[in-house]
């Protein structure tokens, strides 16, 4: 870039021009970045009309707010030309109003009234994802006529490499791919070739349900349908990474009692963030009031026998940690597909022998360091007993309550391990008590 | 299924064969499950050839297992012609030693080479996840000679989509789409075509690097180089979709303070998902033993005013929280590369925005909460100071921890809630007592 800005500054424009369509559209977009107001405008205005549209499209929303203050409206225009449509869309659902004002006026009508079919679809819904740019053949077509509408129509599109055949009501018979096209005998039918096993969503789909069918089936593009069969649209698979993305920030957000936001975390402003964490804050709080009751429940014991408080920490912590363990696996196995609700009997069996390996592992320690610390072999017990029971309550806890949560239909990710911790803290707390009333007599 | 094994049961293997091959190989490997051993095989065998290696691919490892030990030597060898070169070599990798044997015995001499080239290669590298069917192209023919080379030899590569120009030595120069080759003059020379900026990786790169390059420049298809700058494979979007998966997999189980494994839940034995549990739970229990270690110190405070020890859960709990929504947010974004180790001192006044803010609600709350159910001022305004100090320093740690870890080269993930927690815990214990003994003297 440096070099670039020196040529410019040297007026040797021809030279920094060729330079800069050497670039990569999203390193260009990452450079701008570091460039001052007057630089950016400067080297944007120099790119080709379709480069400059790319680049545009990879900008943060800020710096897409910059450039549209400082082009004139003709340029504006150019660029709204040149951008594919689910570009546009997010374009016109992202800036504010002032700014979609005169986006809109510098949109041709045809462009103006699909970008606001589309500000229709719901949020995450496979339709407010897909793009228009796709190919459409015919199944009377031969192969010859089919690659002649490719090299006519599919200079615009986003993907020629699976092509959709369609009926004259638009509605979707089949696909062909690019590669069987080339392949085939020019003369043959469409409708011999066509694969007519397609995967596709509607356009009210959620797009968690297009990213599985693209996980599950491979798959490089997926059509659109809307309610009457017709192909609207398709979604392409770079999209659906980023809605992989999305739904993974999601489950780490509600993992970690978070309201979850689509926003990156440095572009958002501190209050924003910390409405997101207040609600859950409180919440626990609350809860965790209630785990302090049950200590002063049993005040008269820990009068008794002080030394017993020392072990709340190991034994929430512990809990608290099983708990999350066991919950993270079986949310991640919902997640992907390969745990369902009625796994539930096998995963309790699956939790309850491991917790008896794991609570006598921990138990045993237990037993003998408080054993070797404190000299006295009925505390040692009651600090492994208890350690033993706080192990399995808390992973049966911890892999039964998302199951339950997604029984219920309920998101199983907000019953990770702030929920769970507080939970098994109490369930800890009870046994530990209970435990050191029978065998310390307290 | 049903209908097809009444078919077959009816001896009418045509029909049954005509039912078969409607199904998507995806669906038919997940039917298998379903069906007894006999079964299996008889609706194996009448599987065309090509199909019953794509259907064997999505074959859980047990299932692929039992299929080979029913099969013959030449219907092995058949699907080993099949198979994909990277799903052979997933089977090599996985199947038992016997098993691998009899793979071999049944494999032609080059694909044997092949597969031992491919499992040379890191686990998680790049080479580990590539595939060796693309089309290569040279920069002097002509768009009509470089689609007959398609129309030649794609009929069995993995993707058409872009092919690559080499030169004699195999040196990548560039990229050609299909798409532009169907839409170029036929005369036109692919040296004047091609496109040269291209992103590749070489066979040790890290998948995770290859699945950056796909996000940020969402790419179809990349190709791999040897350390020569010779052309080797091509990684698909598809793989990378299950690399991402797993990435992420591996953070949440990492952030659950669990050992991570590729292994599916319901898949892996009780003793195996106990022993990946053990270790983290050991480490953090020892921790939790000095915070236990940090109350005895106190014990004489408690002493005097028991009633102390009912706002530990609370206080603990909220800091642990606290602690892991800023660690989760830091973690994820340095995961999608929105967060540098260089943002370290934006994050930390971010993060003391935000626990001011947090920080005053709910210590405010307390101090309303204690003093009307406790009617002491100065406890209400301890619990409210101590909570205070709690969030504050509990958002620290916890984005700072994982920018550490960073920084130093260790994943940031082991940094999440667990550690945190036990950071958390031992200072938020340490605030209360500080502040407990200066404002009420015990």
């Known amino acids: 870039m440096q070099k670039i800005l020196e040529l410019i500054h040297d007026k040797k424009y021809q030279a920094a021009r060729r330079d800069l369509i050497q670039y990569n559209p999203v390193d260009l977009a990452e450079a701008f970045e570091q460039l001052n107001h007057y630089e950016q405008i400067k080297i944007f205005r120099m790119l080709p009309k379709n480069l400059a549209a790319d680049v545009f499209s990879y900008f943060s929303r800020d710096m897409q707010m910059q450039i549209i203050a400082m082009i004139t409206d003709r340029e504006l225009g150019d660029i709204l030309d040149e951008l594919f449509l689910d570009d546009a869309v997010d374009l016109f659902e992202e800036m504010p109003a002032n700014v979609v004002k005169r986006l809109l006026k510098n949109t041709d009508d045809q462009t103006r009234s699909l970008i606001n079919q589309f500000l229709k679809y719901p949020e995450d819904s ?6 228009i740019e796709y190919v459409d053949l015919r199944k009377s077509m031969t192969v ?16 020629v490499y699976t092509c959709y055949v369609i009926d004259e009501a638009r ?82 957000e509600k ?52 030394a017993l408080v020392a072990f709340i920490p190991m034994l929430m912590g512990t809990g608290g940690n099983c708990g999350s363990q066991a919950a993270t696996l079986v949310i991640r196995g919902l997640a992907l597909g390969q745990v369902k609700t009625g796994d539930a009997l096998k995963v309790m069996f699956k939790e309850l022998q491991i917790s008896l390996t794991v609570g006598a592992v921990l138990s045993l320690i237990n037993i003998v360091r408080v054993y070797l610390m404190n000299d006295s072999l009925l505390l040692a017990v009651t600090v492994g007993i208890s350690m033993f029971m706080t192990v399995v309550i808390a992973k049966l806890i911890g892999s039964l309550l998302p199951l339950l949560a997604e029984k219920l239909r ?13 939970v098994v803290d109490a369930s800890a707390l009870l046994a530990f008590f209970s435990v050191a009333r029978l065998i310390l007599h307290i």
Chains 1, 2 share one sequence.
Do not use: C
């Not at 010859?144 to 993907?159: N, P, Q, S």
């Not at 924003?272 to 964490?277: C, E, G, P, S």
């Open 255 to 306: 993992m970690a009692a978070l309201l979850p936001s689509d926003e990156p975390y440095l572009e958002t402003g501190a209050l924003l963030l910390a409405r997101r964490r207040i609600p859950w804050l409180l919440f626990l709080m609350f809860s965790a009031i209630f785990t302090g009751a049950i200590i002063t429940f049993f005040e008269d014991s820990l009068a008794v026998m002080p």
């Open 410 to 422: 309920l998101d199983p990710a907000i019953m990770a391990s702030p929920v769970i911790t507080t």
């Open 171 to 252: 509605k979707l018979l089949g696909t062909v791919s690019a590669h069987t096209l080339l392949v085939a005998p020019p003369l043959q039918k469409l409708s011999g070739l066509m694969e007519t096993k397609v995967q596709y969503v509607t356009t009210t789909s959620d797009q968690e349900e297009a990213a599985r069918l693209f996980d599950t089936y491979d798959l490089v593009a997926l059509p659109v349908t809307d309610h009457e069969d017709r192909l609207v649209g398709i979604i392409t698979v770079d999209d659906i990474v980023d809605v992989i993305q999305e739904e993974n920030t999601e489950d780490f």
């Open 144 to 159: 010859a006529e089919a690659l002649e509408h490719i090299r006519m129509t599919g200079v615009d599109k986003a993907t």
């Open 126 to 131: 496979a339709g407010s994802i897909m793009t």
